[in-house]
C-alpha cells in the first residue's frame, strides 16, 4: 500500500501525556458500554463490545475536564506537522478490555464527511491498528458509505500498526480501518481525533 500515513512516538511531551493517561485511567472518566467498536452492518458477536467516552461528540457537545486535556495534547502532537490551522471536528476515547485471543475490529470508516484522523494510543497492548487498502467516498452527497467485512480484504496488504503508549498515527479519514481486542492488559486505551486542515484561499 502506499505510504500516505504518518506514525509518530513520543507525540506528547511526556508530562503532559502522563496526565492525559492517568486522567483515562482514573475513575473521574465514565466509559459507555457499545455492543460493537464499529458499526459496519455486520451483527456483532459476543466478544465485539468496547467502551467509549464522548469528549467531543459529533453535534459539538465538549465534556470537561477531559475536552481541555485532549485541547492541549491535540496542539502540542500536531503544530511541528501542519503549518495550517486545525479544526477538531470530534474527539472519542475508546477502550478495549482484554479477550483471550486477540480480535481484528470490523473495518470502518468514522464519518462519511471528510476528515483527517489523528490516533494516540494511550497504553502498550498486543491489540495493533490495520490500516486496509481499501478507500470510502466520502462528501456531502455521501450519506452512508460501503459496508465491508474482513472476508472483503486482504490483511497482507494492509499496514499493522503496533500499539504503543504515546504513540500516533495520522492518516486520511477515507481510509478503512480496524482496532484489534487484545490479550494483554486488562485495558487498551486510545484517543481518536477527527479533524480538517484550514487552508485559506487566498
Known amino acids: 500500500m502506499e505510504k500516505d500515513y504518518k506514525i509518530i512516538d513520543n507525540a506528547v511531551p511526556e508530562l503532559l501525556f502522563k496526565k492525559l493517561q492517568g486522567f483515562f485511567a482514573s475513575n473521574e472518566v465514565g466509559w459507555f458500554w457499545s455492543a460493537t467498536s464499529a458499526d459496519n452492518g455486520e451483527e456483532p458477536g459476543d466478544y465485539d463490545y468496547s467502551f467509549a467516552n464522548w469528549v467531543l461528540s459529533p453535534q459539538g457537545q465538549r465534556h470537561e475536564p477531559a475536552f481541555t486535556l485532549c485541547y492541549a495534547a491535540f496542539y502540542a502532537m500536531m503544530s511541528e506537522h501542519y503549518e495550517n490551522d486545525l479544526e477538531i471536528l470530534r474527539v472519542r476515547a475508546g477502550m478495549h478490555t482484554a479477550h483471550p485471543k486477540t480480535k481484528i475490529s470490523p473495518p470502518h470508516v468514522d464519518s462519511h464527511l471528510p476528515h483527517m484522523v489523528a490516533l494516540l494510543y494511550l497504553t502498550d497492548s498486543d491489540g495493533?491498528?490495520?490500516?486496509?487498502?481499501?478507500?470510502?467516498?466520502?462528501?456531502?452527497?455521501?450519506?452512508?458509505?460501503?459496508?465491508?467485512?474482513?472476508?472483503?480484504?486482504?490483511?497482507?496488504?494492509?499496514?499493522?500498526?503496533?500499539?504503543?503508549?504515546?504513540?500516533?498515527?495520522?492518516?486520511?479519514?477515507?481510509?478503512?480501518?480496524?482496532?484489534?481486542?487484545?490479550?494483554?492488559?486488562?485495558?487498551?486505551?486510545?484517543?481518536?481525533?477527527?479533524?480538517?486542515?484550514?487552508?485559506?484561499?487566498?
Open 128 to 202: 495493533p491498528t490495520y490500516l486496509h487498502n481499501k478507500r470510502a467516498i466520502l462528501g456531502e452527497g455521501a450519506e452512508s458509505v460501503e459496508d465491508i467485512t474482513l472476508k472483503d480484504l486482504d490483511l497482507k496488504e494492509s499496514v499493522k500498526v503496533d500499539c504503543k503508549e504515546n504513540r500516533l498515527i495520522i492518516f486520511n479519514g477515507n481510509q478503512y480501518h480496524s482496532s484489534t481486542k487484545q490479550s494483554t492488559p486488562a485495558r487498551r486505551m486510545a484517543l481518536n481525533y477527527n479533524f480538517n486542515e484550514i487552508v485559506e484561499l487566498i
